[in-house]
């Protein structure tokens, strides 16, 4: 497994960087990031050896999540989130690309609306197989179902 970034926190800082955001955007917008850079850097589904980093998401009720992220901003509730302190990112290409596309495609939506997207998405349904819709679930998303979501999202892009 080739992981291009160690710290899905690095991730979640350049997030911050570009635009305050709460909470659930920022798990979206890893969540996109990570389903983007799954489907730009691996050729199938049967064959995913590129990850943007090694964190998994679980299929909570409001979308996709990475606990370690959720733990560190859980008791900012609904608040905006910013880091003010200036940062330089040593990311590569592949890496600055699936950034870019993430916000390019996701980055004008509100939180609100980026759950409703993940949640019509099949990685999420998939996950959520047999669960009401308030029911707590650690319930991890697959990555073959990521790769095929994403990697039709950019097909339809291009088109």
Request: hydrophobic share 40%; net charge negative.
């Amino acid at each position: 497994m080739n992981v291009a970034i160690n710290d899905i926190y690095e991730i979640a800082k350049w997030f911050l960087h570009t635009e305050p955001m709460t909470h659930k955007k920022l798990q979206k917008l890893l969540y996109f990031s990570y389903g983007i850079y799954l489907a730009q850097n691996n050729s199938d589904s049967n064959n995913l050896n590129n990850f943007l980093f090694k964190n998994k998401f679980e299929a909570w009720v409001h979308g996709p999540v990475d606990p370690k992220i959720y733990s560190l901003y859980k008791n900012n509730g609904v608040n905006l989130l910013s880091i003010e302190s200036v940062e330089k990112f040593n990311f590569n290409q592949e890496v600055m690309n699936a950034l870019n596309k993430t916000i390019e495609i996701y980055g004008k939506y509100s939180a609100d609306e980026l759950e409703n997207i993940s949640h019509s998405q099949q990685p999420w349904i998939n996950a959520r197989k047999g669960l009401s819709p308030i029911d707590a679930s650690n319930n991890l998303l697959k990555d073959e179902d990521i790769f095929v979501t994403f990697k039709e999202i950019l097909f339809n892009e291009s088109v």
